[in-house]
């Protein structure tokens, strides 16, 4: 029997209440037996072992840590398993048993059977006989292995975030262009795991670029000093031209090695490289300042992400050093300027009122985007609206089908609207994620029911294979499904009639994948590198087949990234479809979290097949300076039972308000003279204060910015609906402010 077993009382004559009695030798066995089973089942090491280090008991999880048997350990000391710097430990650990002491989840490493390194937590108990004498001691070793290197990988990553930080704030605070440059190369021979790395200064010499060495890290400056500077050849080249980052695991294998004479590879006594990396440093107006270059004698040592650190600290290199030139600039002529103040006050007020035009530009262009949306979603409330009512009466099946087709293209319109304003925040960094838990089953359902007229309309065939085992994940429900929309949309566009569709999802190793296949045109091999670039289509002539501004599968890409994801495409070349695959990463999200994303589309759903309450007697003020506008919404709450007035400007409504009591306020918001903003705070302010807090405020606006909607609600609104309205979801929305019921 294992010695750590040994606790179990064999004196029949216990007392009564004793922690355990056994009435019989039967008994005592087969409680052996059952705590024998209950050790060699053990996930973890359980190792018995005298005072003197023997081991007397040595489980099947121990031979599985250790890859020695039981049969090659018992006997034998456990210093067998101890690596030889840490020996001194076991002494550490026989003292504080002798002394009755229990060690609790004590971290080491010990040693494999193969000669690997494991990292393990003990808890080591001492064992005693009936008489209170310590005997031997049980171990427990736990393999924290994996969570450890997890440990230190997430360590690694803090402290790789760290340093870029520092590197921003060290070099965003200097001017000197020596200072640094040193600061970036010691930045990157840290983030890199380069054994040296070399700043080198873009320069000219006899009318040829050539490289000048500007700092050194990780070795001395010396090292270079008997070395030519670099030139343009095939390995450096794309670095003076600010083609991109070279990257090579074994740059003396690389094809472009070794070209140029006289040296026709590495000079003689040059410091051994075999991992290389080189990455531009390229200002703001394009120029190629210079390059950061890591070597390693070691092959394979620079990986993507050492590329994507080093690219990052190239870039904060970059603006410091644009700063650190106009800075030179500056005090190059101080001596000057002081002797022309006036030319000097000149230049800083030129450059005041540069600043001032740059904000005001960068305000103009807010401004445009905003009478953009307001201009276009104006004309869109009211096609969309007025095609709405129409469609709830009886009409002939080609009159029900042109209307259809209206209202199915101020959708698309209305899409190409929120995709122009989707870049210019995405260009801008002005979008943001609302993260929590979601299920992509609902997304991707959401999706498809967004698509299924215009799939209905062309007899496709939407096709889902969806893995149910995939549980929640974390994103921004609105847009993945914003994704799936543009992705779905697509497809449905560029398939012929007669048709195909499919969406699958998918575990694939550590993410989930999202694959929408369609059996569409296909897409040529020279375009696939530039689908999801900006304004780029593949037909962009007068005579193309198909619409749109090339801002769809650009948005996908951005949006996706922003999941931490990735997003790429196949197709075998024209009229063979094509394929996209989303990757997203998984994200353990317990069950029990809320699902806001599910109980939208629920609510959403509701929406759709509820029959919406009257709004009998219900006094409604719509202002709107638009009469289209004014009559659509007049005509849908007419329809419900509301008393609908119209007014046509703020001064108006305002007048209204001073002869009549209103349950209900519809207002626009961008109207002339007063707009929606000051209409609302003067009426809450003007309102005796029984009426203050009745009132329901809605905007109803073309302006769609989360930041339009804030200000709406800020100003007195109690709700925010963009144009084109949806019917229903106004009903719903007055209904809910009065707490109406069907």
Not at 113 to 139: C, F, H, M, Q, Y
Request: with cysteine; net charge negative.
């Amino acid at each position: 029997m294992p010695e750590n077993c040994a606790a179990v009382s064999q004196d029949r004559g216990s007392a009564p209440g004793s922690p355990i009695s056994l009435a019989s030798t039967g008994d005592f066995e087969r409680v052996s037996a059952h705590l024998a089973a209950i050790v060699e089942s053990s996930e973890d090491a359980i190792v018995g072992k005298t005072l003197g280090g023997i081991v007397t008991s040595w489980n099947a999880a121990a031979e599985r840590l250790f890859g020695w048997t039981a049969a090659e350990m018992i006997g034998q000391s456990i210093r067998k398993i101890i690596p030889q710097h840490l020996q001194h430990e076991e002494d550490v650990i026989l003292g504080k048993l002798r002394a009755g002491e229990r060690i609790e989840r004590y971290e080491t490493i010990r040693q494999h059977k193969n000669g690997e390194l494991r990292e393990i937590s003990l808890t080591i108990s001492p064992i005693r006989d009936r008489g209170g004498a310590i005997v031997g001691a049980a171990k427990i070793a736990h393999d924290i292995t994996a969570r450890r290197r997890a440990e230190r990988k997430a360590e690694e990553e803090a402290r790789a975030w760290q340093t870029l930080n520092r590197v921003g704030q060290a070099v965003a605070s200097q001017l000197e262009l020596e200072r640094i440059v040193q600061i970036v190369t010691d930045a990157a021979t840290e983030l890199s795991g380069a054994a040296f790395s070399a700043f080198f200064y873009n320069t000219m010499s006899e009318g040829e670029p050539r490289y000048s060495l500007y700092s050194l890290s990780g070795v001395p400056r010396e090292a270079f000093s008997n070395f030519p500077m670099p030139r343009p050849t095939e390995v450096f080249g794309p670095i003076y031209r600010g083609e991109g980052i070279v990257r090579s695991d074994d740059i003396r294998s690389d094809p472009r090695y070794g070209k140029w004479p006289p040296h026709f590879g590495m000079p003689e006594d040059h410091l051994p490289v075999c991992s290389y990396l080189g990455v531009p440093v390229i200002s703001s107006t394009r120029e190629v300042l210079g390059g950061i270059f890591c070597g390693h004698p070691e092959a394979g040592v620079f990986s993507e992400r050492a590329e994507r650190l080093v690219a990052a600290i190239a870039s904060q290199a970059a603006i410091a050093m644009d700063n650190a030139k106009l800075f030179q600039r500056l005090r190059d002529r101080e001596s000057e300027l002081k002797r022309f103040a006036s030319e000097r006050e000149q230049i800083l007020e030129s450059e005041r009122a540069a600043r001032t035009e740059a904000e005001h530009l960068s305000h103009m262009k807010d401004e445009f985007l905003a009478t953009l949306s307001h201009e276009l979603r104006t004309p869109l409330n009211a096609i969309q609206g007025w095609t709405t009512v129409l469609m709830q009466s009886p009409r002939s099946e080609k009159d029900t089908q042109a209307l259809k087709t209206i209202n199915r293209n101020v959708r698309a319109q209305t899409r190409i609207i929120d995709d122009l304003l989707d870049m210019s925040r995405i260009v801008s960094g002005k979008i943001h994620l609302e993260v929590q838990p979601l299920h992509l089953h609902d997304v991707i359902e959401a999706a498809l029911d967004a698509v299924r007229q215009s799939a209905e309309a062309k007899k496709l065939r939407l096709h889902t294979l969806l893995d149910s085992n995939i549980g929640f994940v974390r994103g921004d429900p609105n847009r993945l499904q914003q994704v799936l929309w543009n992705l779905l949309s697509n497809a449905v566009k560029f398939t012929p009639a007669g048709g195909r569709v499919s969406v699958v999802l998918e575990r694939v190793n550590s993410h989930v994948e999202i694959v929408v296949e369609d059996t569409g045109i296909g897409i040529r091999a020279e375009f696939l590198p530039f689908v999801f670039d900006r304004f780029r289509q593949a037909d962009a002539s007068l005579t193309r087949r198909h619409g749109g501004l090339g801002l769809g599968l650009s948005i996908v890409k951005t949006l996706v990234e922003m999941h931490g994801g990735s997003v790429r495409v196949k197709s075998h070349g024209e009229n063979q479809g094509s394929t996209f695959i989303v990757a997203l990463p998984v994200s353990h999200v317990r069950t029990e979290e809320p699902r806001a994303e599910t109980q939208e589309k629920a609510a959403a759903n509701a929406l759709d097949s509820m029959e919406l309450p009257r709004l009998d007697d219900v006094r409604v003020l719509i202002v709107d300076d638009e009469a289209d506008g004014r009559a659509l919404i007049a005509r849908i709450l007419e329809g419900r039972g509301a008393q609908a007035t119209c007014a046509e400007s703020a001064a108006q409504a305002l007048e209204y308000f001073a002869c009549e009591r209103y349950d209900v306020l519809l207002s626009d918001i961008g109207m002339p003279d007063m707009d929606g903003y000051e209409l609302i705070r003067r009426i809450r302010a003007d309102a005796p204060s029984t009426d203050r807090d009745r009132l329901a405020a809605i905007a109803v606006t073309a302006y769609a910015r989360a930041e339009d909607r804030q200000r709406s609600l800020l100003a007195g609104y109690q709700m925010h609906l963009a144009k084109p309205i949806e019917a229903r979801e106004l009903i719903a929305g007055i209904a809910s402010l009065l707490r109406l019921s069907r």
